[in-house]
């Protein structure tokens, strides 16, 4: 426990402040005491996963610590504290990247497609943590009365003359009533 603590404390040291008189919502009757909220903020940012910070911080679950930290983070961070984790993301990233590649681009090793899709992966994130992603267009057609004309005198082109029907589209029918399909069912089944 001891360990815990000194390794708490320093990490508490490198989070982004959360000012102690700033209480952490996690409902409307619930608040989170600011020390434990900058507690969680810097075991998330050293790395540690909600489940651990719920373990020592005592939370009921990894969920509440997960909240906490978003809470926390949002109630506290500044536009420096946002590039910091972008870089502490990009080096995370970037460290796996470096262990895996290899793996990633040996012909030889039997599970080099497991580590090509966990590269591609991890290139992705990077993509879109800097940015650097083509965007995607989307065009928006919205057509004017002309156009939609245009569009119905080609489609009633295409069926042929309105009216002309052939000899296979005519159907010979006769329309049944609820009355007359009730009189009949009583028809067929009278012995």
């Given at each position: 426990?001891?360990?815990k603590?000194l390794e708490?404390s320093?990490?508490?040291?490198?989070?982004?402040?959360?000012?102690p008189s700033?209480?952490?919502?996690?409902?409307?009757?619930?608040?989170?005491?600011?020390?434990?909220?900058?507690?969680?903020?810097?075991?998330?940012?050293?790395?540690?996963?909600?489940?651990?910070?719920?373990?020592?911080?005592?939370?009921?679950?990894?969920?509440?610590?997960?909240?906490?930290?978003?809470?926390?983070?949002?109630?506290?961070?500044?536009?420096?504290?946002?590039q910091h984790?972008?870089?502490?993301?990009?080096?995370r990233?970037?460290?796996?990247?470096?262990?895996?590649?290899?793996?990633?681009?040996?012909?030889?090793?039997p599970?080099?497609?497991?580590?090509l899709?966990?590269?591609?992966?991890?290139s992705?994130?990077?993509e879109?943590l800097?940015?650097?992603?083509?965007?995607q267009?989307?065009?928006?057609?919205?057509?004017?009365?002309?156009?939609?004309q245009?569009?119905?005198?080609?489609?009633?082109?295409?069926?042929?003359?309105a009216?002309?029907?052939?000899?296979?589209?005519?159907?010979?029918?006769e329309?049944?009533?609820?009355?007359?399909?009730?009189?009949?069912?009583?028809?067929e089944s009278t012995p």
């Amino acid at each position: 426990m001891a360990n815990k603590n000194l390794e708490q404390s320093a990490l508490l040291e490198a989070s982004p402040t959360v000012e102690p008189s700033q209480e952490v919502a996690l409902t409307d009757s619930k608040k989170v005491n600011p020390s434990r909220a900058k507690a969680t903020v810097a075991l998330r940012l050293s790395g540690a996963g909600f489940a651990d910070i719920a373990e020592i911080e005592g939370f009921a679950s990894a969920s509440v610590a997960r909240k906490v930290f978003e809470e926390s983070l949002a109630a506290s961070l500044t536009e420096d504290d946002l590039q910091h984790l972008r870089s502490l993301t990009d080096a995370r990233l970037n460290r796996l990247m470096q262990s895996i590649w290899p793996k990633a681009i040996n012909q030889k090793n039997p599970e080099q497609l497991a580590f090509l899709r966990a590269a591609l992966s991890i290139s992705d994130r990077l993509e879109r943590l800097h940015g650097i992603a083509a965007p995607q267009r989307v065009e928006v057609y919205t057509p004017d009365e002309r156009a939609k004309q245009e569009w119905l005198e080609a489609a009633l082109a295409r069926i042929g003359p309105a009216g002309a029907l052939s000899e296979e589209d005519i159907i010979d029918a006769e329309v049944v009533g609820d009355d007359d399909v009730e009189a009949s069912l009583d028809d067929e089944s009278t012995p």
